[in-house]
Structure formats: structure tokens, C-alpha cells
């Protein structure tokens, strides 16, 4: 099955300053990549995703990268904000028979004002 | 506001006396998932529903069940929790298979 690892664990950034988060995959059958972010006590929450058929997508101060050929995925968060901080999980499934989403570890960023 | 809305939000239970999750969803959407999300860990599947057809994962414990009387309305019945089965129960949902899924905010199980 898919195997998915995300990196790093714990993440901490200056307000202001942009924040890096990624993701591999194992299954090269894998075409959707969702973007989570969850804070205490809530649901997670999309914030972002890409499907295979496309390299990069950016909503506002967020964005995220995918490159198949290495099977590995980013969230790029630039000018960061207090309210930025929370757990963000990546996840990938594949859409043929299988749409089960398979999560990351989850990385806990926390912005420092 | 269209949405996933999860009823009770926090739910405390006796060793072995079971209960009851709920979930309602205005979207009209298909599918509706349970996870069980444990402290400090990615949300885990459970099951899931595509319209009336149940789904379940291998891995999921016969103490865990659920039931989808209609579009709206999809439930997750834990018949004999135990300390191992406190968790935080998320429902999501999405059009159909392998679209965007939507979370509600979850219940917040206390077994004692």
C-alpha cells in the first residue's frame, strides 16, 4: 500500500518569514496530493491541494510543488502569520478503485512573533 | 453555511458501555468517512460510505460499526469501547470517491 512520510516533525519560523514542509510518496499510481491544516481541538481543514497532471499550484500565501518523478511534494507558506500556526499533514491517493487518503506524520509549525 | 456538523463534540463513556457517534452533512455529498484520530497521530480510516454501499478498511476492529439511514445522516456505533478506543472521531466527506473531503470537527472520545 501507499507510504507516505513527511518532514520535518516540528517546525518553528519568525513571523514573516516562510515555512517549508515535505512530503514523499511510495505509490507511483498515486494522482491527488491534499494539504491539511489542523489546530487544537478541530477538524482538519484543506487548505490546498494538487492533482498529478500539474507541477505547482498557489492560492494567495500558500502553495504547494510536485515533482513525480521524485514522488515527493512541498507546502510552501511565505510571509507567515501567527494564525499560520497549527499541524499541517499531507496526504496522496490515487484514484483508480483505491481513493483512500493516506496521511503523513503531521508537522507542528508554530510561528514565533 | 454547508457543512459537516458532528454531534456530541465531546463524549465521555463507561469501560465496555456503548455509544453513539453522529454525523450530519448539508452537501449533499456521496461519500461520508469515519477516522479515529489519536494524540499526536494523522487521522486513521475507519470506513466509509458511498451512498448506501459500506466500505470497510481490514484493519478495522468488529467493535466498531456504523450506519447510513440517508444522504445526510451517517453514525459510528462503538459496541464495547475500551481505553484504547479514546480518541478524537472524525467525520468527512466528499462528491464523490477521490475528490476533495471535507472534515467536520470531530468528537472527542473519553473512555473511563
Redo the contacts between chains.
Keep these: 500500500g501507499e507510504n507516505v512520510e513527511q518532514h520535518p516533525s516540528t517546525l518553528s519560523v519568525q513571523e514573516g518569514d516562510s515555512a517549508v514542509i515535505k512530503c514523499t510518496y511510495s505509490d507511483s499510481a498515486s494522482n491527488y496530493f491534499p494539504w491539511y491544516k489542523q489546530e487544537l481541538g478541530k477538524g482538519p481543514q484543506l487548505i490546498i491541494d494538487i492533482r498529478s497532471n500539474v507541477g505547482e499550484k498557489k492560492d494567495q500565501r500558500i502553495a504547494v510543488t510536485l515533482n513525480k518523478t521524485a514522488k515527493h511534494f512541498s507546502l510552501h507558506i511565505t510571509e507567515t502569520q501567527p494564525e499560520d500556526s497549527a499541524v499541517y499533514f499531507c496526504a496522496a491517493s490515487y484514484n483508480f478503485g483505491n481513493e483512500k487518503l493516506t496521511f503523513g506524520t503531521g508537522t507542528r509549525l508554530t510561528i514565533i512573533p | 453555511d454547508a457543512m ?1 456538523i ?1 454531534n456530541p463534540r465531546y463524549q465521555v463513556t463507561q469501560f465496555g458501555k456503548p455509544v453513539t457517534l453522529s454525523c450530519s452533512q448539508t452537501l449533499n455529498h456521496n461519500v461520508m468517512y469515519w477516522y479515529q484520530q489519536k494524540s ?4 486513521k ?1 475507519l470506513f466509509h460510505y458511498y451512498d448506501k454501499d459500506f466500505n470497510n ?1 481490514a484493519d478495522t476492529p468488529d467493535n466498531f460499526q456504523s450506519r447510513r439511514p440517508n444522504t445526510s445522516f451517517c453514525f459510528l456505533d462503538i459496541r464495547s469501547p475500551g481505553l484504547g478506543d479514546a480518541a478524537m472521531y ?1 467525520c ?1 466527506t466528499s462528491k464523490e ?2 475528490l ?7 468528537t ?1 472520545l473519553t473512555v473511563t
Design positions: 459537516v458532528q499526536s497521530q494523522a487521522p480510516l478498511e472524525l468527512a470517491r477521490g476533495e473531503q471535507y472534515f467536520g470537527p470531530g472527542r
